[in-house]
Each structure stands twice: as structure tokens, then as C-alpha cells.
């Protein structure tokens, strides 16, 4: 893709919320381009794919995102 291909954002390093059982965390995700929708596509630790948009409460598009697993399909 022309754009991803002049940003400076892949492989940068994020930190993502993940929601499970009433608890949030913070997890370690690294950019790896974007997806169909124009959103930020990312990997955590163990190659997981996922699609990280902004939480809404932040002016850094780069702090608190939050993650939706990716179909691998």
C-alpha cells in the first residue's frame, strides 16, 4: 500500500487494553500496517493478529488503544 509504505509507524511498539472477566490489562502489540477498514493492524507476543482502534478518551491515537481479534481467514 503507497501510504504504509512512507509512514514511520510499522513495527512501532503499543500498548493495547484487553478486557476479560471485569479486569482490564495492558498488552504489548506491535504495528504491522493496516486493515481493510483503515485501522491498525497489529501482532501481540504470539503472532496474534488484531485490528486496534482508539478507546476515545486519549488525543494520542497511540495510547490506550483497544483490540478486536482478527479472523485468520
Same mark, same amino acid.
Request: charged share 25%; aromatic share 10%; proline share 1%.
Given at each position: ?7 514511520? $509507524? ?9 478486557? +476479560? @472477566?471485569? $479486569? /482490564?490489562? &495492558?498488552?504489548?502489540?506491535?504495528? +504491522? =500496517? !493496516?486493515?481493510?477498514?483503515? !485501522? &491498525? $493492524?497489529?501482532?501481540?507476543?504470539? =503472532?496474534?493478529?488484531?485490528? !486496534? /482502534?482508539?478507546? =476515545?478518551? /486519549? &488525543?494520542?491515537?497511540?495510547? =490506550?488503544?483497544?483490540?478486536?481479534? !482478527? @479472523?485468520?481467514?
Amino acid at each position: 500500500m503507497e501510504y504504509t509504505s512512507h509512514w514511520m $509507524h510499522t513495527n512501532e511498539r503499543v500498548k493495547a487494553f484487553e478486557s +476479560k @472477566d471485569g $479486569h /482490564s490489562c &495492558l498488552v504489548d502489540m506491535t504495528i +504491522k =500496517g !493496516l486493515t481493510s477498514t483503515g !485501522l &491498525l $493492524h497489529a501482532e501481540d507476543a504470539f =503472532g496474534e493478529a488484531y485490528e !486496534l /482502534s482508539p478507546d =476515545g478518551n /486519549s &488525543l494520542d491515537f497511540f495510547t =490506550g488503544l483497544i483490540r478486536r481479534k !482478527l @479472523d485468520k481467514n
